[in-house]
């Protein structure tokens, strides 16, 4: 619990973004529109800040960094399984919320959602990140990496996954998750050596550990990801999650996209435990004054009473 109080990776979303809320008040002001930041991305729903079609932009991808998927109107449209496993989401979802793989008939027909979904091919690399990408002043530039490294247990001869998740500090919180997903072995102390994935989605708020790799980037990459932009209508600001092979795969620009976040991307290679909350909170001010600096030249393309009634939907 005390770990929880004193490291920024475990508060609330809206408890670490507090302090930032003058600063989008003064660029309100300035820029004229509460919503300025939605101007960043004028091909995209809401500049990709919220209830955007995660679809659409994945069906403008490069085949070459695209992953097989389909849109579903309705979960009942899917007449044919595809092979197992799979990744089904919700095509406006957020934060990995209602993300899963579906390994078998019985997860897609436990599967919640009904509506507005995407079924994706489950990628089988190994490494997987999150590339922040801003098109700016004329130029395109990597502004971070982020590498993801996920949930596992790897048994010592004593522990059960139970042991496992109520000592980690970023699976605790998915008790009930887990203890439900690992029902048939949840107490059984695994054989030394045995390694178990827990958590094949990697999302921080689903136990996943980010760290920067920023010292990732090259000229190569780069020009891959500007290939990737410049395919997207009207993308200048956003992340990519992607995987990779290897570490020198991702450097000479060889990935696969998982999806696109528009303005609401958040900068996640700042919960790296090396980085101060200081210098956390520096790193998100350098992304939000380049967001800003780009919604200075971009027309506005929605509706500014859409954007409040989304807003006031989410609220009440």
């Avoid at 899963?100 to 997860?107: F, P």
């Avoid at 200048?236 to 060889?254: H, V």
């Amino acid at each position: 619990m005390k770990r929880k109080i004193t490291a920024y990776e475990y508060w609330p979303y809206k408890l670490f973004y507090a302090p930032f809320v003058p600063y989008w008040l003064w660029r309100s002001v300035s820029a004229g529109s509460l919503s300025y930041f939605c101007r960043v991305n004028p091909g995209i729903e809401f500049g990709g800040f919220l209830d955007y079609s995660k679809s659409k932009i994945l069906g403008q991808l490069p085949e070459e960094f695209k992953t097989k998927f389909i849109f579903l109107k309705h979960k009942d449209d899917l007449k044919t399984l595809p092979e197992f496993p799979f990744i089904v989401k919700p095509d406006f979802g957020e934060r990995g919320v209602n993300v899963e793989l579906i390994n078998n008939k019985s997860d897609w027909h436990n599967y919640a959602l009904t509506e507005n979904l995407i079924v994706q091919e489950f990628v089988q690399l190994p490494l997987e990140f999150g590339i922040f990408y801003a098109r700016y002043q004329g130029k395109a530039a990597i502004l971070s990496i982020t590498g993801k490294e996920f949930l596992r247990f790897r048994a010592d001869g004593k522990s059960s996954i139970k042991d496992f998740v109520l000592s980690h500090p970023r699976a605790a919180d998915r008790l009930a998750y887990l203890s439900k997903k690992f029902r048939d072995e949840w107490e059984f102390i695994q054989p030394e050596g045995r390694e178990i994935l827990l958590e094949p989605i990697g999302n921080h708020n689903r136990g996943t550990r980010f760290f920067d790799a920023s010292d990732l980037i090259t000229d190569e990459l780069l020009r891959a990801v500007q290939r990737v932009a410049n395919n997207i209508t009207g993308f200048n600001y956003g992340r990519m999650d992607i995987k990779a092979a290897s570490m020198e795969e991702l450097k000479i620009g060889k990935f696969i996209i998982l999806e696109i976040n528009g303005a609401n991307s958040e900068p996640t290679h700042i919960y790296d435990e090396k980085f101060s909350l200081w210098r956390a909170y520096g790193e998100v001010k350098r992304h939000l004054d380049i967001q800003y600096k780009i919604s200075k030249s971009c027309p506005r393309t929605y509706s500014t009473i859409d954007f409040y009634k989304a807003i006031i939907k989410r609220l009440f």
